[in-house]
Every structure is written in C-alpha cells, then in structure tokens.
C-alpha cells in the first residue's frame, strides 16, 4: 500500500540483545519521525529527520537508542544491549514536511508500529 | 514526561448518550491535533485546530481549541460502538514539527 510500512510487527528479544527495527516512509516525505508508546500511553517523541539529515534526537532515552536515514528514505531505529523498560511500541510517521508557519505543520502519517518485548 | 494532560483516562458510556474528553496543558500550542488509534494501529488524524477559541465539527464529533491555545476539548454526540478506541491529542510546538502527544482517553461505547 502507500501508508507507512513498519517491520517487524513483533520483535521478541533477550535483554542484553540489540534490535533494529525499519520503516518505510510514504514515497516523496521529507520527514520522518520516530515515538514510543508505552501500554495504555500516549506516544512520547524520540526523534526526528529532515531527509537524511537528524534534526532533532532530544528524546532518545540513552545512548543505547540510535537512528539513522541514510539515503533519506528508509529509516532503522537500532536498540542496543536492550533492557526490559524498553519494552514498548514503536511508531513511526512521515510527512510531506513543509513547516508552514502559523498554522500547522504537514500531517504526520503514522505506522502500525512495532510492539518489542523485551525478556 | 507528557505535558499534556487528558481527561478521563477511562470512560465507558451506553450507546447515544453524549461525552466529552479534555485535554490540557500549561503550555502555548501553535495548533493541536486529535487522533484515534485503534489496537495494534498507529494512530489516525481527526482534525487539526489552529486559532484559539475554533470550533471545528466532524459529523457527530466537534472539536475546540482554548483561547489561549493551552487547551482542548472533543465532544461526541450521541456515541455510538464504532467510536470506541483510544483518543489522544497532540500539540505542535511553534518552529518545529515534534508532536506532543497527550495521555489518552480509551472510550468504550457499550451496544
């Protein structure tokens, strides 16, 4: 389809293992962003791209949390030495990216995400 | 830390009655957004505000953002079971594009 693709659905690891998980933006958005939902929670921003380059990383939680867009299309968010708190799901969004000022940003199309569990 | 505040965090109604979720904040918004997520969906945009005091309208669901841009709310009337899901708002910051998501309302219309 032409929606924002997220793989795995479902990751299942060991703590202590690393994780990647990828998204597939919307062909053509300039920006993609990357959140983390925690049960029964709203999303919570971890970081944000402006194609390739990452304009904002604010809310990655430790240096354990890493992101990348190389080519600025195809994003890996990459989770290492992964620990039980950061069991949660991952969602990922793309827009077309234009800031227009006051008034509102490009909507963000988001993904069905990725549900990690750690053990 | 989520700056937005919802509420209720849980509300359960009888199918046609009407109901009505906050969302509130201490901070200045440029525009606020409300979405819907489904189980094991990402969430989905309902409708964006943009100028303090607007009222917006989608079919049974009005929307309206607060004079000062600190608040919202949704109202829907007359529930019905296909409104069930989890309503979450999201404020825009002023020069970026991050979303604040708040902390959710999960609404369950009974048939």
């Known amino acids: 389809g032409a929606g924002v693709s997220q793989s795995p659905r479902y990751k299942v690891a060991k703590r202590g293992q690393d994780v990647a998980l990828r998204c597939d933006p919307i062909s053509g958005h300039v920006s993609l962003f990357w959140y983390q939902q925690a049960l029964g929670q709203g999303p919570e921003f971890l970081t944000y791209?402006?194609?390739?380059?990452?304009?904002?990383k604010s809310g990655l939680p430790s240096d354990r949390f890493f992101a990348e867009r190389p080519e600025g299309s195809v994003s890996t968010l990459k989770i290492q030495r992964t620990q039980q708190e950061d069991s949660a799901v991952y969602l990922c969004?793309?827009?077309?990216?234009?800031?227009?000022?006051?008034?509102?940003?490009?909507?963000?199309?988001f993904g069905d995400g990725t549900r990690l569990s750690i053990l | 830390t989520q700056l937005l505040e919802q509420s209720p965090q849980f509300l359960s109604i009888q199918e046609g009655e009407n109901l009505t979720v906050y969302c509130n904040s201490s901070s200045v918004f440029s525009s606020l957004q409300w979405y819907r997520q489904e189980p094991g969906e990402g969430p989905v945009l309902l409708v964006t505000?943009?100028?303090?005091?607007e009222v917006k309208k989608l079919k049974r669901l009005t929307f309206q953002f607060g004079d000062a841009r600190k608040d919202s709310s949704l109202h829907i009337t007359a529930a019905q079971p296909g409104d069930t899901g989890l309503y979450l708002c999201?404020?825009?910051?002023?020069?970026?594009?991050?979303?604040?998501f708040g902390t959710g309302t999960r609404l369950t219309i009974i048939p």
């Open positions: 969004a793309s827009s077309l990216g234009v800031y227009r000022g006051y008034g509102g940003n490009q909507p963000q199309h």
């Open positions: 999201a404020g825009e910051g002023f020069g970026n594009e991050k979303l604040t």
């Open positions: 791209f402006q194609n390739e380059a990452q304009l904002d």
């Open positions: 505000v943009v100028t303090g005091g």
